[in-house]
Protein backbone atom coordinates (compact mmCIF):
# COMPACT_ATOMS: atom_id res chain seq x y z
CA UNK A 1 0.00 0.00 0.00
CA UNK A 2 1.02 3.60 -0.66
CA UNK A 3 2.37 5.95 1.63
CA UNK A 4 -0.01 8.98 3.04
CA UNK A 5 2.70 11.14 1.38
CA UNK A 6 2.52 9.09 -1.93
CA UNK A 7 -1.12 9.48 -1.93
CA UNK A 8 -1.18 13.29 -1.09
CA UNK A 9 1.36 13.38 -4.50
CA UNK A 10 -0.34 11.51 -6.45
CA UNK A 11 -3.79 13.07 -5.56
CA UNK A 12 -2.28 16.82 -5.81
CA UNK A 13 -1.09 16.16 -9.16
CA UNK A 14 -4.32 14.23 -10.31
CA UNK A 15 -6.21 17.58 -9.27
CA UNK A 16 -3.53 19.41 -11.00
CA UNK A 17 -2.44 21.38 -8.60
CA UNK A 18 1.03 22.65 -7.36
CA UNK A 19 2.20 22.13 -3.93
CA UNK A 20 1.89 25.89 -3.28
CA UNK A 21 -1.68 26.00 -4.61
CA UNK A 22 -2.53 23.04 -2.57
CA UNK A 23 -0.97 24.79 0.89
CA UNK A 24 -3.24 27.65 -0.01
CA UNK A 25 -6.13 25.54 -0.05
CA UNK A 26 -5.28 23.80 2.98
CA UNK A 27 -3.97 26.92 4.71
CA UNK A 28 -0.49 25.63 5.55
CA UNK A 29 2.82 26.44 3.74
CA UNK A 30 4.12 25.23 0.52
CA UNK A 31 6.97 23.51 2.47
CA UNK A 32 4.65 21.48 4.81
CA UNK A 33 3.27 19.95 2.00
CA UNK A 34 6.61 19.16 0.80
CA UNK A 35 6.73 17.55 4.61
CA UNK A 36 3.64 15.71 4.39
CA UNK A 37 4.27 14.33 0.57
CA UNK A 38 8.29 12.87 1.83
CA UNK A 39 6.89 12.03 4.97
CA UNK A 40 8.76 13.72 7.65
CA UNK A 41 5.52 15.18 8.90
CA UNK A 42 3.34 11.59 9.34
CA UNK A 43 1.34 13.07 11.87
CA UNK A 44 -1.56 15.61 10.12
CA UNK A 45 -4.39 17.13 12.60
CA UNK A 46 -8.24 15.92 11.83
CA UNK A 47 -8.97 19.69 10.44
CA UNK A 48 -6.34 19.57 7.88
CA UNK A 49 -6.92 16.06 6.61
CA UNK A 50 -10.28 17.35 6.67
CA UNK A 51 -9.21 20.46 4.53
CA UNK A 52 -6.36 18.76 2.51
CA UNK A 53 -9.14 15.72 1.06
CA UNK A 54 -11.42 18.67 -0.06
CA UNK A 55 -8.64 20.61 -1.43
CA UNK A 56 -7.82 17.37 -3.26
CA UNK A 57 -11.69 16.78 -4.21
CA UNK A 58 -11.49 13.27 -2.36
CA UNK A 59 -12.82 11.75 0.57
CA UNK A 60 -10.94 10.87 3.37
CA UNK A 61 -11.23 7.52 2.58
CA UNK A 62 -9.36 8.12 -0.51
CA UNK A 63 -6.68 10.12 1.39
CA UNK A 64 -6.27 7.78 4.55
CA UNK A 65 -6.41 4.39 2.41
CA UNK A 66 -6.17 5.27 -0.95
CA UNK A 67 -9.80 2.93 -1.44
CA UNK A 68 -11.56 4.56 -4.28
CA UNK A 69 -15.00 2.39 -3.08
CA UNK A 70 -14.85 3.23 0.56
CA UNK A 71 -17.12 5.78 2.40
CA UNK A 72 -15.55 7.55 5.20
CA UNK A 73 -17.44 8.90 7.04
CA UNK A 74 -16.52 8.33 10.91
CA UNK A 75 -18.28 6.56 13.10
CA UNK A 76 -20.38 8.12 16.12
CA UNK A 77 -18.90 6.78 19.70
CA UNK A 78 -21.59 7.08 22.44
CA UNK A 79 -21.28 6.29 25.92
CA UNK A 80 -24.17 3.43 26.19
CA UNK A 81 -23.50 0.23 24.48
CA UNK A 82 -22.89 -1.04 22.32
CA UNK A 83 -19.42 -0.27 20.34
CA UNK A 84 -19.93 1.86 16.91
CA UNK A 85 -18.46 -0.91 14.92
CA UNK A 86 -20.98 -3.53 16.61
CA UNK A 87 -23.85 -2.10 14.40
CA UNK A 88 -24.67 -3.20 11.39
CA UNK A 89 -23.29 -2.01 7.77
CA UNK A 90 -20.26 -0.23 9.94
CA UNK A 91 -17.29 0.93 7.45
CA UNK A 92 -14.11 -0.85 7.97
CA UNK A 93 -10.49 1.13 7.14
CA UNK A 94 -7.40 -0.40 6.25
CA UNK A 95 -4.40 1.59 7.64
CA UNK A 96 -1.20 1.10 6.82
CA UNK A 97 1.45 0.68 10.07
CA UNK A 98 2.63 4.73 8.66
CA UNK A 99 -0.32 6.30 9.92
CA UNK A 100 -0.78 3.61 12.99
CA UNK A 101 3.00 4.93 14.08
CA UNK A 102 4.42 1.49 13.51
CA UNK A 103 1.77 -0.82 15.17
CA UNK A 104 1.34 -4.08 13.96
CA UNK A 105 -2.45 -4.28 13.87
CA UNK A 106 -3.56 -7.04 11.85
CA UNK A 107 -7.15 -6.81 12.94
CA UNK A 108 -10.12 -5.14 11.23
CA UNK A 109 -9.82 -1.15 12.28
CA UNK A 110 -12.64 1.67 12.07
CA UNK A 111 -12.81 5.54 12.00
CA UNK A 112 -14.63 7.10 14.86
CA UNK A 113 -15.61 10.35 16.06
CA UNK A 114 -17.19 10.88 19.50
CA UNK A 115 -20.92 11.70 19.03
CA UNK A 116 -22.47 15.55 19.83
CA UNK A 117 -22.60 15.99 23.60
CA UNK A 118 -20.49 12.66 24.55
CA UNK A 119 -17.24 13.01 26.42
CA UNK A 120 -14.18 10.56 26.33
CA UNK A 121 -11.15 10.68 28.33
CA UNK A 122 -8.15 10.86 25.53
CA UNK A 123 -10.55 11.61 22.93
CA UNK A 124 -11.93 15.30 22.54
CA UNK A 125 -15.07 16.60 20.71
CA UNK A 126 -14.49 16.72 17.01
CA UNK A 127 -11.38 13.93 17.15
CA UNK A 128 -10.96 11.32 15.32
CA UNK A 129 -9.45 8.03 16.27
CA UNK A 130 -9.08 4.44 14.48
CA UNK A 131 -10.12 1.75 16.76
CA UNK A 132 -9.79 -2.34 16.29
CA UNK A 133 -12.31 -4.46 17.93
CA UNK A 134 -10.71 -6.80 20.37
CA UNK A 135 -11.80 -8.69 23.69
CA UNK A 136 -7.99 -8.72 24.98
CA UNK A 137 -5.47 -6.48 26.20
CA UNK A 138 -2.11 -7.84 24.71
CA UNK A 139 0.20 -4.79 25.54
CA UNK A 140 -0.15 -1.54 27.65
CA UNK A 141 -2.56 0.95 25.22
CA UNK A 142 -5.55 3.03 25.57
CA UNK A 143 -9.07 0.56 25.26
CA UNK A 144 -12.24 0.84 24.91
CA UNK A 145 -13.95 -0.40 27.64
CA UNK A 146 -17.70 -1.54 28.32
CA UNK A 147 -18.86 -1.72 32.21
CA UNK A 148 -21.88 -0.78 34.11
CA UNK A 149 -22.12 2.79 33.56
CA UNK A 150 -21.67 1.93 28.98
CA UNK A 151 -18.51 2.75 27.16
CA UNK A 152 -14.87 4.65 28.36
CA UNK A 153 -11.92 4.82 27.47
CA UNK A 154 -8.87 4.32 29.32
CA UNK A 155 -5.62 3.13 29.80
CA UNK A 156 -4.62 -0.60 30.40
CA UNK A 157 -2.04 -2.72 31.75
CA UNK A 158 -1.32 -6.12 32.87
CA UNK A 159 -0.04 -6.22 36.77
CA UNK A 160 2.14 -8.37 38.25
CA UNK A 161 -0.01 -10.97 39.29
CA UNK A 162 -1.38 -11.16 34.93
CA UNK A 163 -4.20 -8.41 36.64
CA UNK A 164 -6.01 -6.03 34.02
CA UNK A 165 -4.97 -3.02 35.86
CA UNK A 166 -6.94 0.44 34.80
CA UNK A 167 -6.48 4.49 35.00
CA UNK A 168 -8.45 7.28 33.73
CA UNK A 169 -5.48 9.88 34.00
CA UNK A 170 -2.46 10.86 32.50
CA UNK A 171 -0.54 10.02 35.23
CA UNK A 172 -0.38 6.27 34.95
CA UNK A 173 1.11 4.73 37.92
CA UNK A 174 -0.37 7.19 39.91
CA UNK A 175 -3.99 6.03 40.09
CA UNK A 176 -3.85 2.22 38.50
CA UNK A 177 -6.80 0.11 39.71
CA UNK A 178 -7.64 -3.63 39.05
CA UNK A 179 -10.37 -3.35 35.88
CA UNK A 180 -13.70 -4.84 38.00
CA UNK A 181 -14.73 -8.53 36.61
CA UNK A 182 -18.12 -6.84 35.01
CA UNK A 183 -16.05 -4.43 32.74
CA UNK A 184 -14.50 -5.73 29.52
CA UNK A 185 -12.71 -4.58 26.83
CA UNK A 186 -14.22 -4.36 23.49
CA UNK A 187 -12.34 -2.16 21.25
CA UNK A 188 -7.84 -0.78 20.97
CA UNK A 189 -7.66 2.66 20.25
CA UNK A 190 -4.89 2.33 17.66
CA UNK A 191 -4.23 5.83 16.23
CA UNK A 192 -5.67 9.52 17.23
CA UNK A 193 -5.90 12.75 14.94
CA UNK A 194 -6.73 15.82 17.13
CA UNK A 195 -9.06 18.29 15.92
CA UNK A 196 -6.57 21.38 16.91
CA UNK A 197 -3.82 19.50 14.93
CA UNK A 198 -1.57 19.07 18.07
Known amino acids: MDS???RIKHLRLQANLNKAALARKVGVSDVTISYW??????????????ALADALGCTLGQLLEGDTQTTSAPLYLRGN???????????RLSLSGEILAGLD???ECYLVTPAP???F??????????????????QPGHYLIEGSGGLYI??????????????????????????EATEKVVGRLLARWRKDGV
Open 4 to 6: LGQ
Open 105 to 107: WQG
Open 81 to 91: SPAPWQTPNSN
Open 117 to 119: GEE
Open 121 to 138: AFLESGDLAAFGPTETCD
Open 154 to 179: GQLRHGSRGELLYCNGSDSEASLVPL
Open 37 to 50: ESGAIKQIGHERLV
